[in-house]
T-cell receptor
Framework: EAGVAQSPRYKIIEKRQSVAFWCNPISGHATLYWYQQILGQGPKLLIQFQNNGVVDDSQLPKDRFSAERLKGVDSTLKIQPAKLEDSAVYLC???????????FGQGTRLTVV | DAKTTQPNSMESNEEEPVHLPCNHSTISGTDYIHWYRQLPSQGPEYVIHGLTSNVNNRMASLAIAEDRKSSTLILHRATLRDAAVYYCILRDGRTYKYIFGTGTRLKVLA
């Protein structure tokens, strides 16, 4: 069974630039999560989708971050404009309707300089 | 969101059992107790979960206190590959939201 795919694996951008991350969840998984993990900390939930609807985005900095999940399958997370403090690993996870365990991708490591 | 409290770090000798504690005094009736671990440069990996009863799988055992305010992840024989950060998470049974804490960094000594 293919896992959660994320791209790119690494990205370096200058502050005030924009960046986008892509996630393809496991086939059939209706629930999709985006997390931000700053070095030395646990993952922080940014947004949770159920199919193409948002379940929770209370921790998403909406002035600069946006996410979408068109057609309820793959998803993109965008940052515009990026700040130095956005340097982190961005993790995508999916689960079967949220009822079973979540499977995580390897993440995208973002460095903002 | 219900929170969990774990020790920052623990050490174990190789091939000995490891008991990783977790306190979750504000757990609600619909929260499931999940454990994940994260190896360096990888995404978190599911270990085990439970609601009220103790659970066993090929990776570990989960012991849940009768009042559900604490739990213990048990690795029966630690190996060097078990060195990771272990997260105890309360997954909301209605929204399926996972809120991670800071986790316990497990060091396994050869």
């Amino acid at each position: 069974e293919a896992g959660v795919a994320q791209s790119p694996r690494y990205k370096i951008i200058e502050k005030r630039q924009s960046v986008a991350f892509w996630c393809n969840p496991i086939s059939g998984h209706a629930t999709l999560y985006w997390y931000q993990q700053i070095l030395g900390q646990g993952p922080k939930l940014l947004i949770q989708f159920q199919n193409n609807g948002v379940v929770d985005d209370s921790q998403l900095p909406k002035d600069r971050f946006s996410a979408e999940r068109l057609k309820g399958v793959d998803s993109t997370l965008k940052i515009q404009p990026a700040k130095l403090e956005d340097s982190a690993v961005y993790l995508c996870a999916s689960s079967f309707a949220g009822k079973t365990e979540a499977f995580f991708g390897q993440g995208t490591r973002l460095t903002v300089v | 969101d219900a929170k969990t409290t774990q020790p920052n770090s623990m050490e174990s000798n190789e091939e000995e059992p490891v008991h990783l504690p977790c306190n979750h005094s504000t757990i609600s009736g619909t929260d499931y107790i999940h454990w994940y671990r994260q190896l360096p440069s990888q995404g978190p990996e599911y270990v085990i979960h439970g609601l009220t009863s103790n659970v066993n799988n090929r990776m570990a055992s989960l012991a849940i206190a009768e009042d559900r305010k604490s739990s213990t992840l048990i690795l029966h024989r630690a190996t060097l590959r078990d060195a990771a950060v272990y997260y105890c998470i309360l997954r909301d049974g209605r929204t399926y939201k996972y809120i991670f804490g800071t986790g316990t960094r497990l060091k396994v000594l050869a």
